[in-house]
């Protein structure tokens, strides 16, 4: 079984709703991200976590917010939903100074 | 201008052939150095970590970084079909705990 394992796999929407992207681990890291990658644009924090009482926005926080359920679980929802966060998005946990990040296998997301 | 440059390729080579793939970065606090490979649908994975200047081995891949000119580079020797993937620099500051990526660059290994 994947360490790191995200649902939905791939997702559409519409412009408005609410969608919660869910990422679940099993290596026991206390550390867990969530990014989105886009082309010629690379992949940008969106929100990170050290420990499960411990939430820090990243460089394009707006229009997200995050939820860590327990060490092993961490959320990321979009409120309402906009056409401009289509994107890959990825989960990733690791340990120590978080060098090394396992990641997910990522969220594919459209939002029409 | 963004912290850290890659060029988004793609960059072609026929099987054999010895890869260069670089990043250039305008911070100077950047101490540690990774290169991330990313297969077509899927996450991103660590293949090569360096810390400070120097270079690394590990097998086909060496990872080297100059600090004075602010470039690191991987360099594939007898690249393989198996490499194609995009390939992302990621570098972070001594106790700045999160990691700024490249936009990665799409490497295609011919047979």
């Known amino acids: 079984d994947a360490d790191v394992t995200q649902t939905p796999r791939n997702r559409i929407t519409k412009t408005g709703k609410r969608i919660m992207l869910e990422c679940s681990q099993t290596?026991?890291?206390?550390?867990m991200y969530w990014y989105r990658q886009d082309p010629g644009l690379g992949l940008r924090l969106i929100y990170y976590?050290?420990?499960?009482?411990?939430?820090n926005k990243g460089e394009i926080s707006d229009g997200y917010s995050v939820s860590r359920q327990a060490q092993a679980k961490f959320s990321l929802s979009l409120e309402s939903a906009i056409p401009n966060q289509t994107a890959l998005y990825f989960c990733?946990?690791?340990?120590?100074?978080?060098?090394?990040?396992?990641f997910g296998p990522g969220t594919r997301l459209t939002v029409l | 201008q963004k912290e850290v440059e890659q060029d988004p390729g793609p960059l072609s080579v026929p099987e054999g052939a010895i890869v260069s793939l670089n990043c250039t970065y305008s911070?100077?606090?950047?101490?540690?150095f990774m290169w991330y490979r990313q297969y077509s649908r899927k996450g991103p994975e660590l293949l090569m970590y360096?810390?400070?200047?120097g270079n690394k081995e590990d097998g086909r891949f060496t990872a080297q970084v100059d600090k004075s000119s602010k470039y690191i580079s991987l360099f594939i020797r007898d690249s393989q079909p198996s490499d194609s993937a995009t390939y992302l620099c990621?570098?972070?500051?001594?106790?700045?705990?999160?990691?700024?990526f490249g936009t990665g660059t799409r490497l295609l290994v011919s047979p």
């Open positions: 990733a946990t690791s340990d120590g100074a978080g060098d090394t990040q396992y």
């Open positions: 290596k026991g890291h206390d550390r």
């Open positions: 976590s050290f420990d499960v009482k411990d939430i």
């Open positions: 911070n100077s606090a950047f101490q540690y």
């Open positions: 360096t810390y400070s200047s």
């Open positions: 990621a570098m972070r500051n001594t106790g700045f705990q999160k990691l700024v």
